[in-house]
């Protein structure tokens, strides 16, 4: 699950993490409230307006029909609600987004943290996260901080640093003091950087998250160190025992059908082809998606029923699928281990029968389970389902489709 910049902040504030302090708006009278504060706070009136959208590169990225970036500096309060009112309600659109964009419901107001001071503030990067091949936690940094991470490692993979830590011993002190002394801090900022990477560790393996991302790190003028930005993922499996950082969830920003799925327990994501597809277990449903696309198709979804699919969840995903203007044909692929083959089909025939004319051909394998008996019940419905046992005999059927 995906939280905003504000909500990773709170989290990161929580942990003893020092942060870009700021305020969320909803309205351009809310900004510039906002602004006020920051200004009695900071005795400055520049502010960053920051959109608060699940993507990155918003500072790069742009309001859909005007210049306006996503994250710009305001100098004054005029510029905070001329700035507010181009942001939201508007469509941001940045390198994570696509060409569609994502509407922009909230923007965060942050106090200005480049100010001037006894030397240049200095941008780092810094991320914790799983490193799966060695099945340990590691802290990737660098001085770099600022850019793309994936620019970084592509033209100066030399300056990419990484700290593995094993999750039973956690964050060793001298884990954090090498991170400091390689960034090459000293003084102050090493001490503040030593307690930032602790409280950072922390706040990721207390969160059960996948991700913390922290781009830039910045050392300001005075040598303090602070977040700007914060990326959180969290574990979706790890949720039920964190109801409070649940809560956090913002439908807004997620596929309304995907939302959907969720509701019923299907795991669905939209993709952009035209063939639909149903599977039990994303192993066999990955096969499916690369069967449509050497037979001629695109996968339009991935979709697992998972194993313990019945009549109604397949009825289910059937409207879900079919919710897609793009969808030109559905292949519904099902090995029966737990599940049973004939419950499937029972759910294909009610899903007919229940929804009414289906516009595009549905190709049905089953098998494994009780597969013959679901053939059978298919074949004997008068619906216009093509059923195959085989893998190949689906394939070949969408070809058909695409000739």
Same mark, same amino acid.
């Given at each position: 699950?995906?939280?905003?910049?504000?909500?990773?902040?709170?989290?990161?504030?929580?942990?003893?993490?020092?942060?870009?302090?700021?305020?969320?708006?909803?309205?351009?009278?809310?900004?510039?409230?906002?602004?006020?504060?920051?200004?009695?706070?900071?005795?400055?009136?520049?502010?960053?307006?920051?959109?608060?959208?699940?993507?990155?590169?918003?500072?790069?990225?742009?309001?859909?029909?005007?210049?306006?970036?996503?994250?710009?500096?305001?100098?004054?309060?005029?510029?905070?609600?001329?700035?507010?009112?181009?942001?939201?309600?508007?469509?941001?659109?940045?390198?994570?987004?696509?060409?569609?964009?994502?509407?922009?419901?909230?923007?965060?107001?942050?106090?200005?943290?480049?100010?001037?001071?006894?030397?240049?503030?200095?941008?780092?990067?810094?991320?914790?996260?799983?490193?799966?091949?060695?099945?340990?936690?590691?802290?990737?940094?660098?001085?770099?901080?600022?850019?793309? %991470?994936?620019?970084?490692? &592509?033209?100066?993979?030399?300056?990419?640093?990484?700290?593995?830590?094993?999750?039973?011993?956690?964050?060793?002190?001298?884990?954090?003091?090498?991170?400091?002394?390689?960034?090459?801090?000293?003084?102050?900022?090493?001490?503040?950087?030593?307690?930032?990477?602790?409280?950072?560790?922390?706040?990721?393996?207390?969160?059960?998250?996948?991700?913390?991302?922290?781009?830039?790190?910045?050392?300001?003028?005075?040598?303090?160190?602070?977040?700007?930005?914060?990326?959180?993922?969290?574990?979706?499996?790890?949720?039920?025992? &964190?109801?409070?950082?649940?809560?956090?969830?913002?439908?807004?920003?997620?596929?309304?059908?995907?939302?959907?799925?969720?509701?019923?327990?299907?795991?669905?994501?939209?993709?952009?082809?035209?063939?639909?597809?149903?599977?039990?277990?994303?192993?066999?449903?990955?096969?499916?998606?690369?069967? %449509?696309?050497?037979?001629?198709?695109?996968?339009?979804?991935?979709?697992?029923?998972?194993?313990?699919?019945?009549?109604?969840?397949?009825?289910?995903?059937?409207?879900?699928?079919?919710?897609?203007?793009?969808?030109?044909?559905?292949?519904?692929? %099902?090995?029966?281990?737990?599940?049973?083959?004939?419950?499937?089909?029972?759910?294909?025939?009610?899903?007919?029968?229940?929804?009414?004319?289906?516009?595009?051909?549905?190709?049905?394998?089953?098998?494994?389970?009780?597969?013959?008996?679901?053939?059978?019940? %298919?074949?004997?419905?008068?619906?216009?389902?093509?059923?195959?046992?085989?893998?190949?005999?689906?394939?070949?059927?969408?070809?058909?489709?695409?000739?």
């Amino acid at each position: 699950m995906n939280i905003h910049e504000y909500q990773a902040k709170e989290i990161l504030k929580k942990y003893g993490v020092t942060v870009q302090e700021g305020e969320v708006a909803t309205t351009p009278d809310e900004a510039v409230v906002a602004a006020r504060n920051m200004k009695s706070k900071y005795n400055s009136d520049w502010v960053v307006l920051k959109s608060q959208i699940h993507a990155g590169g918003r500072g790069k990225g742009k309001i859909v029909g005007t210049e306006q970036r996503g994250v710009v500096l305001a100098k004054n309060h005029d510029e905070v609600r001329t700035f507010a009112n181009n942001l939201l309600g508007n469509v941001l659109v940045t390198i994570q987004t696509g060409p569609k964009g994502k509407k922009v419901n909230k923007i965060l107001v942050a106090q200005d943290v480049y100010y001037p001071g006894e030397s240049e503030p200095k941008e780092y990067y810094m991320s914790v996260l799983l490193d799966r091949s060695k099945g340990i936690n590691v802290i990737i940094y660098t001085t770099e901080g600022g850019m793309d %991470i994936e620019e970084v490692a &592509h033209n100066s993979p030399e300056k990419i640093h990484k700290e593995w830590i094993d999750p039973s011993n956690g964050l060793l002190p001298f884990q954090a003091r090498k991170i400091a002394s390689n960034l090459g801090l000293r003084g102050k900022a090493y001490k503040q950087m030593v307690n930032f990477v602790t409280a950072l560790y922390k706040a990721y393996e207390a969160t059960d998250a996948n991700m913390f991302e922290i781009n830039p790190v910045l050392k300001t003028s005075d040598n303090e160190i602070l977040a700007v930005d914060g990326k959180v993922g969290l574990d979706d499996n790890a949720l039920f025992r &964190h109801p409070e950082l649940l809560a956090l969830r913002d439908l807004e920003e997620e596929d309304p059908t995907e939302v959907e799925a969720g509701e019923y327990d299907l795991n669905y994501v939209k993709l952009d082809g035209n063939v639909g597809c149903m599977v039990n277990g994303a192993g066999l449903a990955m096969a499916t998606m690369d069967i %449509i696309q050497l037979s001629g198709g695109q996968p339009a979804n991935f979709l697992d029923v998972g194993g313990t699919a019945n009549a109604e969840r397949v009825e289910k995903a059937m409207r879900i699928i079919l919710k897609d203007p793009s969808v030109k044909a559905i292949l519904i692929n %099902i090995f029966g281990g737990i599940v049973r083959c004939d419950r499937v089909a029972q759910g294909v025939v009610d899903a007919y029968r229940n929804i009414g004319e289906i516009p595009v051909p549905i190709i049905v394998r089953l098998q494994g389970t009780n597969a013959v008996e679901a053939k059978k019940l %298919i074949d004997e419905s008068g619906l216009k389902v093509k059923s195959a046992i085989t893998l190949n005999e689906a394939a070949s059927l969408v070809e058909t489709i695409f000739d």
